[in-house]
């Protein structure tokens, strides 16, 4: 009999999107709400889904694609989610640096749930509206992006170079591009940060680092 059902759950889940919500079993399989909720308690701990953490009711299915859609699954659950930081800068190619756990930015004007292999942060709605002229879509089709330089710059306006990881020989300053300096302007004229050419921040020791200051 417990073969049966699990036979009958994977078939389930063959049928469904490599992310779902919950609500939605209650239309596809003409379940109540109580039976779905029940059902997916059962598929979580047996690891045929997984979920964001609290009561998004957005699961990622384990068994349609065992490698998790969490880009996508934020997507659902939390629109405003931005990759910022570390791994924005990763994904240019400025970095070779692999961040722990990739930080997102999420609206507090929306609800914020954790997803375990990354780290979400939730910022007032004023940063979205400050950084809006630097996300960009994610070619890959996962989360919107925050370009390298203003990622740069709204790392720099938090914390001093080693604070959260890099030091400017971290950096692969080849990869600077004339639009990223017209980007990082337009950054710290956004972020409050002085306006100098981007590739001042180089140097060789760690010992002087130029940090730009505050406006």
């Avoid at 629109?79 to 800068?89: F, H």
């Amino acid at each position: 009999m417990n073969e049966r059902k699990q036979v009958s759950a994977l078939e389930r889940l063959r049928s469904l999107p490599d992310v779902f919500r919950g609500s939605d079993l209650t239309v596809r399989f003409c379940w109540t709400s109580k039976t779905a909720s029940q059902t997916l308690y059962q598929w979580k701990q047996r690891d045929l889904v997984g979920a964001l953490g609290g009561h998004s009711d957005v699961f990622v299915n384990l068994v349609a694609n065992p490698h998790p859609q969490w880009e996508k699954a934020m997507r659902l659950a939390m629109p405003t989610a931005v990759i910022v930081g570390l791994e924005a800068l990763r994904q240019a190619g400025w970095s070779t640096q692999v961040p722990h756990r990739p930080s997102v930015a999420v609206s507090r004007e929306q609800s914020v749930f954790t997803v375990n292999p990354y780290e979400v942060e939730p910022r007032a709605p004023a940063w979205f509206q400050t950084a809006a002229a630097g996300i960009v879509k994610n070619p890959a089709g996962g989360l919107p992006i925050l370009k390298p330089a203003w990622a740069l710059a709204d790392l720099l306006r938090q914390h001093a170079w080693g604070d959260f990881g890099l030091w400017p020989d971290d950096i692969e300053w080849s990869e600077v591009s004339p639009q990223d300096e017209n980007d990082w302007d337009k950054a710290c004229r956004a972020f409050g940060l002085e306006e100098a050419p981007l590739l001042d921040l180089q140097v060789d020791s760690r010992g002087a680092v130029a940090q730009p200051g505050q406006a």
